[in-house]
């Protein structure tokens, strides 16, 4: 079983900044893609990064310039650091991992349980 813990949310005035952590752990033989999705009040939940075990980057065009994604393969953790932030960020920020677990070395896709992110004057 895999989990994915997530932790760095909270309350920041626009134009702040705020840096996500999630760790993975479990029955983890390699992990490929991680990333962050969020999902804002009335509003499906869309991709914000993701970062390949290779090292590529894909961002959203409303991120782009001002969220950088990062990863540490030895930890097992994946981090989104925000800057600049904008009303319009406010959402919840859920950790996304593919993972190869189990004897057979399957590929699943986990998610986090979320963190809130509010950017409010």
């Known amino acids: 079983q895999v989990q994915l813990v997530e932790s760095g949310g909270g309350l920041v005035q626009p134009g702040g900044s705020l840096r996500l952590s999630c760790a993975a752990s479990g029955s983890i033989f390699s992990l490929n893609v991680m990333g962050w999705y969020r999902q804002a009040p009335g509003k499906q939940r869309e991709l914000v990064a993701t970062q390949t075990g290779g090292g590529s980057r894909n961002y959203a065009d409303s991120v782009k310039g001002r969220f950088t994604i990062s990863r540490d393969n030895a930890k097992k953790m994946v981090y989104l650091q925000m800057d600049s932030l904008k009303a319009e960020d406010t959402a919840v920020y859920y950790c996304?991992?593919?993972?190869?677990?189990?004897?057979?070395?399957?590929?699943?896709?986990?998610w986090g349980q979320g963190t809130q992110v509010t950017v409010s004057s």
């Open positions: 996304y991992a593919a993972v190869r677990t189990g004897l057979l070395r399957n590929e699943g896709n986990y």
